[in-house]
């Protein structure tokens, strides 16, 4: 079977229509139980990310950072993900999951801060106020066995299925579809299946890795992969933020309950570069990128909350919360302390290493050589 001809989980229609595929059906009481507040608030998560976005692509343009990872047209796949996690749940996030991470608490201008080189890691990722968030993971697919090893734990120390939902835990990890080819991911798999661990694999299929497309990386729906392992899985609309939503839902509860683990494949696209090192009118298309905008995640919920009655006044205050984040973003990242030149060495052994001191000693003679005593 073709990836064309797998069934999908959909929703929501790109022009916004809600007509729910038959393999919706299972999941259509996750929707049903969300009020207008709750679907107003799945657009308004999606939109504001997307304005800081736009902006931290803008300050990586400006040399305010040294790389930017845009996560723009895939916000549905995150936003609905991340509203279906409980807050005992843990998330291992990749390097795109922007709208996660705010979502789950962590400031977006800490991810700025990792990003203009200030950090070596974002933000405390055993600070409560970031929501159990593990920090960015820039080597592809090992979150993956982290995530495994930590479901693991969980089990092992009963904190999940105890049969209360209120305390049970689960853990989230995502990855794309580049890093699907990663051996880290199958080992990872492997484990959570043997042990049964309360993991969800959560695969954003973004149709590149880099510049080599999801076709030359499998021949077969990248969700099938799952079965080999014994791990239940679905393949859902990227671009629907109601069937990630609904489908994470279900599955977070199952693997919360002692189901074991779950895979989700979310077929959307990565509207923009890779990161902004990148350049994708080198290897593909502008009908294929014209075809995808067509699709748009954002548009999509929004002409369903205009056709549910939701007015201007909604969607003007969303533009607004929109702007205020991103010139929060702008005014915070040129105020960022640069790191003191002994940072780097810190932390990197728990003792203290002689490889770390002769690094740090050839640093300091090397910035001795210029002018002022400062590269």
Avoid: C
Wanted: hydrophobic letters at 40%; zero cysteines.
């Amino acid at each position: 079977m073709t990836s064309a001809d797998t069934p999908v989980v959909r929703f929501l229609e790109p022009d916004g229509s809600f007509a729910p595929t038959p393999d919706a059906e299972p999941y259509r009481a996750a929707i049903d139980a969300l009020d207008d507040r709750d679907l107003e608030q799945l657009y308004r998560d999606m939109a504001v990310i997307r304005a800081f976005d736009r902006q931290a692509t803008l300050l990586q343009r400006q040399g305010q950072l040294a790389l930017w990872p845009p996560s723009l047209g895939q916000e549905a796949a995150q936003v609905g993900s991340a509203r279906a996690i409980r807050p005992q749940d843990t998330v291992f996030p990749s390097y795109r999951e922007h709208a996660v991470t705010r979502i789950r608490g962590v400031d977006p201008v800490d991810i700025l801060g990792l990003m203009r080189g200030v950090t070596h890691g974002g933000w405390d990722p055993t600070d409560p106020a970031n929501g159990n968030t593990r920090l960015y993971t820039l080597v592809l697919g090992t979150q993956t066995l982290h995530a495994a090893g930590y479901a693991m734990g969980l089990a092992f120390d009963g904190r999940t299925g105890t049969g209360d939902p209120e305390t049970d835990e689960a853990v989230v990890v995502y990855y794309g579809d580049g890093a699907a080819s990663e051996g880290d991911v199958h080992e990872a798999m492997v484990f959570a299946a043997s042990y049964q661990a309360p993991q969800l694999f959560f695969l954003q299929n973004n149709q590149w890795a880099i510049s080599v497309p999801v076709s030359t990386q499998a021949r077969a729906p990248l969700s099938d992969r799952a079965a080999g392992y014994g791990i239940p899985s679905a393949r859902v609309d990227g671009n629907d933020v109601l069937a990630s939503y609904a489908v994470s839902r279900m599955f977070l509860d199952e693997a919360r309950a002692g189901g074991g683990p779950r895979a989700i494949e979310a077929v959307t696209y990565r509207m923009g570069a890779h990161t902004t090192s990148d350049d994708p009118t080198k290897y593909r298309t502008r009908e294929e990128e014209e075809s995808w905008a067509r699709r748009d995640p954002i548009a999509r919920m929004r002409a369903f909350l205009t056709a549910r009655g939701a007015g201007s006044d909604f969607f003007a205050d969303v533009d607004a919360e929109g702007e205020a984040l991103a010139a929060d973003a702008r005014t915070r990242v040129a105020q960022m302390d640069a790191p003191r030149r002994g940072s780097m060495f810190a932390h990197v052994y728990t003792d203290p290493h002689p490889l770390m001191e002769q690094q740090a000693a050839w640093l300091a003679d090397y910035e001795a050589a210029f002018e002022g005593g400062e590269a």
